[in-house]
């Protein structure tokens, strides 16, 4: 499956940006869609992700924070982001797990910067 993500960009602390990421595929249900970021020098590392279903999971330094959501009949997850901190930034991507397959593919990421 091919990942397209946007809604990147430059924001002071406090402020609010919003992830898109649709996924070119005609059974958007199988899979776990999620967020990853990676910041200068460090690993990628979950963000958030959610079943089809709507159960999320979230890296305990975003809850309360962000939130994502799934529309299922525009394959598209949203990640929205509000209160950010300058800790936020980093390269998010995009991760479509494939529950059935048990394989995971990726988008182009998106650069997110928070200035303080």
């Known amino acids: 499956v091919q990942l397209q993500a946007s809604g990147g960009g430059l924001v002071q602390a406090g402020g609010s940006l919003r992830l898109s990421c649709t996924a070119s595929t005609s059974i958007f249900s199988i899979y776990r869609m999620g967020w990853y970021r990676q910041a200068p020098g460090a690993q990628r590392d979950l963000v958030a992700h959610?079943?089809?279903?709507?159960?999320?999971n979230y890296a305990e330094s975003v809850k309360g924070r962000f939130t994502i959501s799934r529309d299922n009949a525009k394959n598209t997850v949203y990640l929205q982001m509000n209160s950010l901190k300058p800790e936020d930034t980093a390269v998010y991507y995009c991760n479509a797990y494939n529950l059935v397959t048990r394989s995971a593919s990726w988008g182009q990421g998106t650069l997110v910067t928070v200035s303080s």
């Open positions: 959610i079943l089809s279903g709507g159960t999320t």
